[in-house]
């Protein structure tokens, strides 16, 4: 069963770096858009990145210049490089494939000011 396992995730000051890794198993999605959404307490789940299988990619306005998503296709693992972090950068981030509608469980991201 296709699967998507995210982690790295945790406490980081205002200024810090993270870096997420969302695992892929039960297939491999090499050809396939892969996402990064969120989704702050009490608010809907926002669009923050996208790799398309060639290696483009895209960028919501408000994480343009600071989070770079990567993929690996040989560890069939998607990253998100998220860097000079903000306390409204908080949320529960998570891990998509858009063409088939799969969502990962998601891993929490704490910027404290």
């Known amino acids: 069963q296709e699967q998507l396992v995210e982690s790295g995730g945790g406490l980081v000051q205002a200024g810090g770096s993270l870096r997420l890794s969302c695992v892929t198993s039960g297939r491999t999605f090499g050809t396939k858009s892969m996402a990064w959404f969120r989704q702050a307490p009490g608010k809907e789940r926002d669009f923050v990145a996208v790799i398309i299988g060639s290696g483009g990619t895209n960028y919501a306005d408000s994480v343009k210049g600071r989070f770079t998503i990567s993929r690996d296709n040989a560890k069939n693992t998607v990253y998100l490089q998220m860097n000079n972090l903000k306390p409204e950068d908080t949320a529960v981030y998570y891990c998509?494939?858009?063409?088939?509608?799969?969502w990962g469980k998601g891993t929490l991201v704490t910027v404290s000011s």
């Open positions: 998509n494939v858009p063409d088939l509608g799969l």
